[in-house]
Nanobody, 124 residues
Framework: QVHLVESGGGLVQAGGSLRLSCAASGHPFNTYSMGWVRQAPGKEREFVAAISWNDGTNYEDSVKGRFIISSDSAKNTAYLQMNSLKPEDAAIYYC??????????????????WGQGAQVTVSA
C-alpha cells in the first residue's frame, strides 16, 4: 500500500505559478513511478506528467514547457511546478503511483494508488 498526501493547490491569476507536492509513504520510493492527473468539471481524468527513477519524465503536450515534474527521494516527495498557468489548467490535480511503473504510462487507469486531490483554480 502506498499512501499519498497532496498539498499546494489554490487560486492563482492566469500567468501565475503554483507548486503541488505529493508526499508518499508505504513503499521504497524507487519501486514506483509517480504521476499527476487532473480532472476538470464535466471532463474525464487527464494525464499531466509522470516521473520514474529509471526512465525520466513525460509530459502531456499542452503542459510541456510550462510544467515541471520532479521528485526528492530523500523526502519521498514528488512535485509539480506549474508556470504560466492558463484558465484551462483549472482542475482537481491528483498525484498517483504505479508500482514498478514507467513515466510513459499516460492512462490514468495505469496507476494503483491515488492522493486525495488538490484544487487548482486559475482566474482569467
Amino acid at each position: 500500500q502506498v499512501h499519498l498526501v497532496e498539498s499546494g493547490g489554490g487560486l492563482v491569476q492566469a500567468g501565475g505559478s503554483l507548486r503541488l507536492s505529493c508526499a508518499a509513504s508505504g513503499h521504497p520510493f524507487n519501486t514506483y513511478s509517480m504521476g499527476w492527473v487532473r480532472q476538470a468539471p464535466g471532463k474525464e481524468r487527464e494525464f499531466v506528467a509522470a516521473i520514474s527513477w529509471n526512465d525520466g519524465t513525460n509530459y502531456e503536450d499542452s503542459v510541456k514547457g510550462r510544467f515541471i515534474i520532479s521528485s526528492d527521494s530523500a523526502k519521498n516527495t514528488a512535485y509539480l511546478q506549474m508556470n504560466s498557468l492558463k484558465p484551462e489548467d483549472a482542475a482537481i490535480y491528483y498525484c498517483a503511483a504505479c508500482m514498478f511503473g514507467s513515466s510513459q504510462y499516460v492512462r490514468p487507469d495505469s496507476y494503483d494508488y491515488w492522493g486525495q486531490g488538490a484544487q487548482v483554480t486559475v482566474s482569467a
